[in-house]
């Protein structure tokens, strides 16, 4: 069924997106996507600004209905399912700009996070070991805060609902490097769990440190899949860019 | 005194206005739907009380509580089918939706009850009143609204600060698509919302038609009234409107003193000098994360 996606590790699958294609409007933002997330690994999606990565994760979240193609999970076609019904199965999205809510506190916050949870590792306590800061201001009003803050809640929100599969969109968009690096340490605990993780990323050499897979996305088209240790960066750059550009535009580092 | 007693008569109808905006700011904070037709639901929920109640044997003083749940029922139903279908389209359509909606109530009303007045029955207690001194008489009537008012704003705000379903309207309002992120049925929400909206209007019309005669038209000018409540107090804040209709209620009040004519007047121009100078109301935020 699966059959264009790259092999992956032993994992058990538990998301798989099969030729998707989705508009918007007249424009074709994603075009025939194929791709797999299994338990414990991190499938990064890169690509360029409009290559259709959002629109793929706001797919699977169930924001957008694909024109053609199916979402399946742990063997469930999931593709007609509501946003909504998607979380209690097990997928949840840290949306774009982190989209939290503004007249809430962060423990609130959280607490609608965790209001359709299934059973598992997170919740607020934990949420709290995992970024400690939050505890002390957890009254606060979460617009007060800072952007990596605010991206720290929505990573928080989602965890706490137990998904098995996390999609995070975006999550340096606007965030100092160190602030970067701070967010990205709490993967690895997140996959320790034997949660899926799938990444969209601008910045690809943050997306490709912590991949087990990374996925091309060039003008809505899959353009590379493949591991980060087997892909050279002469080959990512020509997925991300597109091949036929003329020379000196090439010479950009996609980073 | 005559000042004391344009303070408590506004104060007074102040308690009504809020108690029939509270639903007005509701729909409008969570679902963005203003509601043309939240004065008409009110002047129905008064003519079911004076025309239905009294069929299952239910005194007209009672009727509210007969009235209240079928109302939020009716609520429900018309925001998951009606209003929902609306808002799937545009915001636009939901304002024509609305109108619709009053037009069709409105003149319902005349076909079935024709244009003559009517008022809810509630025997002699409508006209006694408690006499302070020789210039201020508070009726009962106005006293109980007002304090049902303050309860019911009070019940609300409580809800929707302490309670889980009430997290859940607020981060709905806040951003429907993050709260479908989060497992939560936004339509679901809206219906519940809604539900609590024409709860709330019923009510408020049972209690215009206890202290006044109304007919089929006299949703409008209540709306107007409720709609300024609302933006005098803030949107988005409880308290904000009960304070507005409050303030509505005595600027209506001291027009009236000079010239029966200029109480609608003064409300108005208090109505306009606030969305003048301070368009956010006087309790409103400007809270907002995703420009």
């Keep these: 069924m699966s059959s264009d996606t790259t092999d992956s590790p032993s994992a058990p699958t538990l998301l798989s997106v099969d030729h998707l294609t989705v508009f918007h409007g007249q424009l074709c933002a994603v075009d025939d996507v194929s791709l797999s997330v299994g338990a414990g690994e991190v499938l990064t999606i890169i690509g360029a600004n409009g290559a259709g990565k959002s629109t793929l994760l706001r797919t699977i979240a169930g924001l957008h209905r694909p024109a053609s193609g199916t979402v399946t999970f742990e063997g469930e076609d999931i593709t007609h399912q509501a946003a909504h019904q998607r979380v209690r199965v097990g997928i949840s999205l840290v949306p774009e700009g982190r989209r939290l809510f503004a007249s809430l506190t ?16 997170f919740d607020l306590a934990r949420v709290y070991e995992l970024f400690p800061w939050m505890k002390d201001r957890r009254r606060g009003k979460v617009f007060q805060f800072s952007g990596g803050e605010q991206q720290a809640v929505a990573i928080g929100r989602a965890l706490v609902a137990n998904p098995k599969v996390l999609m995070l969109d975006e999550v340096s968009l606007g965030l100092a490097p160190i602030v970067i690096e701070t967010i990205y340490e709490v993967i690895p605990d997140i996959v320790s769990h034997g949660i899926g993780v799938l990444l ?18 060039l003008e809505g088209k899959t353009s590379l899949v493949g591991t980060p240790d087997s892909l050279s960066a002469e080959e990512i750059e020509h997925a991300y860019f597109g091949a036929d550009l003329p020379d000196n535009a090439t010479q950009v580092q996609p980073s | 005194m005559t000042w004391a007693n344009i303070l408590i008569q506004g104060a ?20 963005k739907v203003i509601n043309l037709a939240h004065g008409d639901i009110a ?26 749940p079928l109302f939020a029922l009716i609520g429900y139903v018309v925001q998951r089918t009606l209003l929902q279908k609306a808002i799937d389209r545009d915001p636009f359509t939901t304002l024509l939706v609305t109108f ?16 003559n007045g009517q008022s809810v029955n509630i025997g002699e207690l409508v006209a006694k009143s408690w006499q302070v001194n020789s210039v201020i008489y508070v009726s009962y009537v106005s006293l109980v609204v007002l304090g049902t008012a303050v309860l019911v704003l009070g019940a609300l705000q409580i809800f929707l600060s302490r309670t889980s379903s009430g997290r859940l309207i607020r981060a709905v309002s806040d951003d429907r698509e993050a709260a479908q992120l989060c497992g939560a049925n936004y339509k679901h929400v809206f219906g519940v919302a809604a539900a609590i909206a024409f709860a ?23 709306l107007l009234y409720a709609f300024e409540a ?61 420009e």
């Excluded at chain 2, 102040?14 to 509701?26: E, I, K, N, P, Q």
């Excluded at chain 2, 929920?45 to 009235?67: G, M, N, T």
């Design chain 2, 43 to 68: 002047v129905v929920a008064a003519y079911s009380a004076v025309f239905l109640v009294p069929k299952l044997h239910v005194a007209q003083l009672w009727a509210f509580v007969v009235i209240v």
């Design chain 2, 230 to 290: 609302v933006v005098i107090g803030g949107i988005g804040s409880l308290w904000g409107t009960l304070v507005g209709g409050i303030l509505l209620g005595v600027a209506q009040q001291f027009g009236a003193h000079f010239n029966l004519e200029y109480q609608t007047l003064a409300g108005n121009a208090l109505f306009l000098i606030v969305l003048a100078i301070r368009p956010q109301g006087l309790f409103g935020r400007k809270v907002s994360l995703n």
């Design chain 2, 12 to 31: 007074l109808i102040g308690g009504f206005y809020a108690l029939f905006a509270c639903g007005l700011s509701l729909m409008f904070g969570v679902m």
């Design chain 1, 106 to 121: 962060l423990e609130e916050n959280l607490l609608v996070g965790a209001h359709r949870a299934a059973e598992g590792p």
């Design chain 1, 200 to 217: 969209v990323e601008q910045d690809v050499s943050q997306g490709l440190r912590v991949a087990t897979r990374v996925h091309c996305l």
């Design chain 2, 200 to 222: 709330t209007v019923a009510l408020a019309g049972i209690a215009f038609g206890i202290s006044t005669e109304f007919d089929p038209t006299a949703g409008g000018i209540n």
């Design chain 2, 100 to 115: 619709g909606l009053s037009v069709v109530i409105e003149n319902l009303l005349l076909e079935i009850y024709s244009a």
